[in-house]
């Protein structure tokens, strides 16, 4: 079931592109080429899943520095000028020959595996207990990846690393940290909110977006109209209209919302078990680890797929402020795809550990 749910999970994702792409074909273009990219990502993801399941946990301990030291050198070179590609006035890509790259997902498949062998190091400054385990390596990695982050700037992703971080460090040394911790990230959140006009903005567009339903308000708007339009059942696949003329980003941020209106509540009904029931199976993979680093590591990549699947459905349903993260498995993208593969192997192969 850990891989069957999150197979179905694809499948959705790559039907609901291809029903949004026939409209491609009415306007001369061809309807084929996003359903075989994203089919291609899905065997990407699925090739790198299989060398991840037959990665031991120490090969995988062994190779946790590398792999952070490499997300953060990527992530800071995207915010280089001439490196990075700039889309929608943030600059979180890099250009590959055969994809275009985002490095935070990257980063969030490193950070579970980097903070679960700092955390569980018995040699190591956390092993302590005290302030200074907080400090390294829990703030550490937070400051480490957050501040390339916020140069992009992306301070959705920034809050995800942040909660993966938090989460990990409680499993492991408990809540007193933390909980101070929480309330000032809390307290930059809202200054780095205030300060940035464009951040104003999508806050505002969040509070009020019927103030402005033609510019910062269109989105949300549409999107809960998607929601409005497909009521129990959907309008039926292909059918859409909000995704053929009005809403933006249908195949990426905004693929939750298509899915509502052309298979209604039962449809994202359905998705929301499917992550609930992948994340019970999981639970028992956390639950049957042999060593505090597997047991760490099994929780954090799991809220390395949960916390992403939360923030893109609040923020397209208004519960929360846009961020412009993707559906785990779901939405069009190479990046997430391929490495939310990686993350199931690794859960796989510290499951197989479990049964040995």
């Known amino acids: 079931m850990e891989i069957i749910i999150p197979l179905i999970l694809s499948g959705c994702g790559l039907v609901m592109i291809s029903s949004l792409s026939l409209r491609n074909s009415m306007a001369g273009g061809n309807p084929y080429v996003a359903p075989l990219r994203q089919f291609q990502f899905i065997g990407m993801g699925l090739t790198l899943m299989m060398i991840c399941l037959a990665w031991s946990s120490s090969s995988v301990r062994k190779n946790s520095g590398k792999l ?35 490095p935070l997902e990257l980063a969030l498949f490193a950070v579970p595996i980097f903070m679960a062998d700092r955390l569980t190091d018995e040699n190591s400054i956390a092993n302590r207990g005290n302030f200074q385990s907080f400090v390294r390596p829990t703030l550490m990695v937070i400051l480490m990846m957050g501040i390339p982050l916020m140069l992009q700037p992306n301070l959705g992703g920034t809050i995800i690393v942040t909660a993966i971080c938090f989460v990990m460090h409680i499993e492991r040394k408990g809540w007193k940290y933390p909980v101070w911790g929480f309330i000032l990230a809390v307290a930059a959140v809202v200054v780095l909110i205030m300060i940035a006009p464009y951040r104003m903005r999508r806050f505002n567009a969040f509070w009020d977006p019927w103030s402005d339903p033609h510019n910062t308000g269109f989105q949300i708007i549409q999107g809960l109209v998607a929601f409005a339009n497909g009521s129990l059942t959907g309008v039926g696949i292909g059918k859409g209209l909000q995704e053929e003329r009005y809403l933006p980003e249908g195949d990426t941020d905004y693929i939750f919302p298509a899915i509502g209106e052309e298979f209604g509540l039962v449809g994202t009904m359905f998705l929301l078990i499917m992550y609930a029931l992948w994340t019970w199976k999981v639970y028992h993979i956390y639950r049957d680890a042999k060593t505090p680093f597997t047991k760490s590591l099994a929780l954090g990549l799991t809220a390395s797929v949960i916390f992403p699947m939360f923030v893109n459905v609040a923020g397209v349903t208004k519960l929360m402020p846009l961020s412009g993260i993707p559906m785990p498995f779901i939405s069009s993208g190479g990046s997430s795809m391929i490495f939310m593969w990686a993350k199931v192997g690794l859960l796989m192969s510290i499951k197989m550990e479990n049964n040995q």
């Open 68 to 102: 952070f030291a490499l997300a953060f050198f990527l992530l800071v070179i995207t915010a280089i000028p001439g490196i990075g590609i700039k889309v929608g006035g943030a600059r979180r890509w890099l250009n590959l020959a055969v994809i275009r790259f985002q």
